[in-house]
Nanobody, 122 residues
């Protein structure tokens, strides 16, 4: 059973940066594709970014050019570097994983972390 543990959320001012981490255990990281989703208050959970098993990356248009997803097989960890943060980025951010998920489809990911809160406010 794969377990995902996120960290790195917090409060940041508009224009600031945060880096989220997600560490996987209980499975083979090389066999997993990883994704980040977020859910703002009163809204549905939405796709943010994806790191494939081959290292390809995908982003939602709302974060393209500001967020960067990366991974390290040796550390079983994927990161989401978030720059130029905006108040509309405020949400609970979730890490997700599966062996062969559809990149932007939430229901295609089998494993989920508990979420970490990101608040962008002055």
């Amino acid at each position: 059973q794969v377990q995902l543990l996120e960290s790195g959320g917090g409060l940041v001012q508009p224009g600031g940066s945060l880096r989220l981490s997600c560490t996987a255990s209980g499975g083979t990281f090389r066999s997993l594709a990883m994704g980040w989703f977020r859910q703002a208050p009163g809204k549905e959970r939405q796709f943010v970014a994806h790191f494939s098993r081959t290292g390809s990356t995908y982003y939602d248009d709302s974060v393209k050019g500001r967020f960067t997803i990366s991974g390290d097989n040796a550390k079983n960890t994927v990161w989401l570097q978030m720059n130029s943060l905006k108040p509309e980025d405020t949400a609970v951010y979730y890490c997700a994983a599966d062996s062969a998920p559809m990149v932007r489809v939430e229901d295609s990911y089998s494993y989920w972390g508990q979420g970490t809160q990101v608040t962008v406010s002055s």
